[in-house]
Nanobody, 117 residues
């Protein structure tokens, strides 16, 4: 089992920045992928960004150039630096980890990000 705890959400104005953090604990394999997803009201959950244990990253087109994902493998943490936030970035942001060749998938409880115009 893996537990994920997100922090750092909040209310900001358009153009401002916010950093999300996620701490993982439990049985964590060294080879894993950690990521951030988001879900806005009335919409499906979507991938924001992910990062492998080797440091490879992938971003949704809507956040490229504005968001940066990073991780600290020693602390089992993943971060999402969000710059130039837009009202359409408003959503609940979820931390995710995939390991054991994708057979184990865990989610955090989510943290609310609200961007006012």
């Amino acid at each position: 089992q893996v537990q994920l705890v997100e922090s750092g959400g909040g209310l900001v104005q358009a153009g401002e920045s916010l950093t999300l953090s996620c701490a993982a604990s439990g049985t964590i394999f060294s080879n894993n992928v950690m990521g951030w997803y988001r879900q806005a009201p009335g919409k499906q959950r979507e991938l924001v960004a992910y990062i492998t244990s080797g440091g490879s990253t992938n971003y949704a087109d809507s956040v490229k150039g504005r968001f940066t994902i990073s991780r600290d493998n020693a602390k089992n943490m993943v971060f999402l630096q969000m710059n130039s936030l837009k009202p359409e970035d408003t959503a609940v942001y979820y931390c995710n980890i995939r390991q054991n060749w994708g057979t184990q998938i865990y989610w955090g409880q989510g943290t609310q990000v609200t961007v006012s115009s």
